[in-house]
């Protein structure tokens, strides 16, 4: 399911999930000149959750980014706030890139 939110005055669209849902992110990283899949030097993921707590992985610390196949890297959010979630992939050194995202966990009504 999805809805659309605002942006600097531009609907974007986002995912909508239920609260306690296992929300999957991904990223995939790509040569900007031949479009080839590449791994970065370093890839990251920050998580903002609604109540505005940051959080920064790293892939290669942790375990919590991780590596599919060449290129394509995963990470799971437990959705364990009502209200919006924001991440960013970025990558640093080969493969500099960012890119920020957002989805929107509900309520839950029939559960305390």
């Keep these: 399911m999805g809805g659309y939110g605002t942006g600097r005055g531009l609907l974007m669209p986002y995912n909508i999930h239920d609260l306690g849902d296992v929300v999957r992110v991904s990223a995939t990283f790509t040569d900007a000149d031949t479009d080839a899949l ?6 990251k993921l920050s998580i903002r959750t609604p109540a505005g707590i940051v959080t920064t992985y790293t892939y290669g610390v942790g375990g919590s980014v991780v590596k599919q196949a060449v290129g394509q890297y995963y990470s799971v959010i437990n959705s364990n706030q009502a209200g919006f979630w924001f991440y960013r992939w970025w990558s640093a050194g080969y493969g500099q890139t960012a890119r920020e995202k957002e989805f929107k966990v509900r309520t839950a009504h029939a559960v305390e």
């Design 38 to 43: 590449i791994d970065p030097d370093v890839v």
